[in-house]
C-alpha cells in the first residue's frame, strides 16, 4: 500500500504561482500513473492532471491546459503540479492520487490511493 501527502498550498494572488508536490511513501509508485484532482468548497472533486509512469504522457483538463505543468520524479517518488496564472477559480483543495489501470485517466473511479489534500487559495 502506498502513502501520499500533498505539500505546497497556500494562499497566492491571481496570476501568481504555487507548485504543489506529492510524496509517496510505502512502496514506489513509478509503474502506476498519477494525477490531480481538486475540490472547491460546494462542489464535486474534479480532474485537473495525469501523467504516464514514465512521465512522457500528460493529459490535462481543459480550464488548466497551458497554465499547469504536471510532472514526475520517479527517483525521489515525488510527483508535481506546476501552477502559473493562478485564477480565483482555481481555489480548491488539491488531491493527488495514484491509478490502479495502465492508461491516463480522468475517471477519479480509477484511482486507487488518494492524499489527504493540500489547500490552495487564489484572492482576486
Known amino acids: 500500500q502506498v502513502q501520499l501527502v500533498e505539500s505546497g498550498g497556500g494562499l497566492v494572488q491571481a496570476g501568481g504561482s504555487l507548485r504543489l508536490s506529492c510524496a509517496a511513501s510505502?512502496?514506489?509508485?513509478?509503474?502506476?500513473?498519477m494525477g490531480w484532482f481538486r475540490q472547491a468548497l460546494g462542489k464535486e472533486r474534479e480532474f485537473v492532471a495525469t501523467i504516464s509512469w514514465s512521465g512522457g504522457s500528460t493529459y490535462y483538463a481543459d480550464s488548466v491546459k497551458g497554465r499547469f505543468t504536471i510532472s514526475r520524479d520517479n527517483a525521489k517518488n515525488t510527483m508535481y503540479l506546476q501552477m502559473n496564472s493562478l485564477k480565483p477559480e482555481d481555489t480548491a483543495v488539491y488531491y493527488c492520487a495514484e491509478s490502479r489501470v495502465a492508461y491516463l485517466t480522468a475517471w477519479e473511479r480509477e484511482y486507487d490511493y488518494w492524499g489527504q489534500g493540500t489547500q490552495v487559495t487564489v484572492s482576486s
Open positions: 510505502g512502496r514506489t509508485f513509478s509503474n502506476s500513473p
